[in-house]
């Protein structure tokens, strides 16, 4: 009988010893790959500083002009989402600037709704360039600091978590309850030392990789820029103060319906909030939970609802302008008038001629734990951009008379860490695609 006992008290410990040297070896190849990563990102800021020193010297931007002016004769200008991408749509407003046009409603989905909060606070074109080519003090581009992977999860958070579970339940099968619990904490904290396992956590527990505090950071500096003073405010005080006519979409996934936010249909909730959920694409960034005292959407409380990026609704929203459907007309606050609609679409079928060998080359990792965990990440990122791709295409199919084509094929939606030189070809294409447009629209 003792030895019996004996026996499964030593399988039991060998279990153990094996499932910690394996932790062990996993949290081993996550740091080679922080430190693989660091070494690879610390080559690529000198090449590409070299590279501006040679070819561009000062950071792009466009020349000349003011920002577009509201005007109550003025455009509808519907912004599609895109990511990175949307800095193509810089370019097409610097040309809106040029031909002496104005706005009077500007609409946007996803990274389009940044592009749309920024032309509603008074950004020209060039002030749009000069924020997203700023520089960190490392070097960096500043876009790149958006992709923040969580640095920390508190303890609750991780006793909650499907991953504590599991540890519990696996730990539980072979050890005392006091000591697997023990092991359970101790394990955890071990494994989020390490970027790849906090990615992982942050996928499964929050829906996406990462955080999304650093782009809202950035965006409260940028809307209290030069007196702004507009990164506390709501969709309502926001009107007051500019008098602008802003809208984006959201997704409510609890409710698994399209959310069209303006100061008429969610007044209390805070702006810059509005545009963190607009942009939080699935699977990339974490979602966002409704709180009660943003108020209420259309008169309904909605505290707690589960909010993702807008383009799960509707990614290019020109629907929101054209539409004469009684619930886009009471939301949007005026009758539709397809004449003074322009769509800027990034259309990633049509490649960038001149894009074509600056693209950055990564060297895949030898980490088999990274390889598998990008491999993830990449399939899910396959599966919503087909899916937003279908939708964007028949919208575009069914308005082709008040869309505007910017090319942006070559670039990828996660390309934050974007070159200067490749910001400036964006930037030039889409102000020239935007010039081809206006000669053939016909704006009253």
Known sequence: MKQQQLMRTSTRLIIIVMVLTLLLLVACNANDKEEQKETAENATTVKEDAAAD??????????????????????????????????????ALKELEEQGLSYRRVVGTSSGS???????????????????????????????????????FDDETVRESLLFAFFEHFLDTFLPVDTADTLD????????????????????????????????????????????????????????????????????????????INHRTAPDLPIAWLIRMSMSIPFVYNHVAWQPEWGTYLGDDISGHDIVDGGLGSNFGIEMVVSEEPEFIEAMGIEPDRDRVVGLFLNDTIPVEAAIGTELVVEESDDPMHSRWSTVKERNQALLTTFLKNHDHFIVR?????????????????????????IQILLDSGQEAMRDCLTEMDLE
């Open 54 to 91: 040679e070819t561009t010297g000062d950071l792009p931007i466009i020349a000349g002009g003011t920002g577009l002016q509201y005007s109550e004769d003025g455009l509808d200008i519907v912004f599609s989402g895109g990511g990175a991408k949307s800095i193509a749509q810089v370019g």
């Open 114 to 152: 940044i592009m749309a909060l920024m032309v509603a606070s008074g950004y020209s074109a060039d002030e749009m360039v000069a924020a997203i080519t700023e520089r960190t003090p490392d070097g960096k581009i500043i876009l790149a600091k958006f992709m923040d992977v969580p640095q920390s």
């Open 185 to 260: 904490e101790s394990v955890m904290h071990k494994l989020m030392e390490h970027q790849a396992l906090r990615e992982a956590f942050s996928f499964i527990e929050f829906g996406g990789v990462y955080a999304g505090e650093e782009f809202l950071t950035w965006l409260a500096e940028k809307l209290d820029a030069n007196g702004r003073n507009l990164s506390q405010v709501t969709l309502a005080e926001f009107h007051e103060q500019t008098g602008n006519d802003l809208t984006a979409i959201i997704t409510d996934v609890t409710d698994h319906e399209m959310l069209i």
């Open 398 to 422: 069914t308005h082709p008379d008040v869309v505007c084509h910017l090319p942006v094929g070559g670039f990828d939606t996660l390309e934050f860490d974007m070159s200067e030189e490749r």
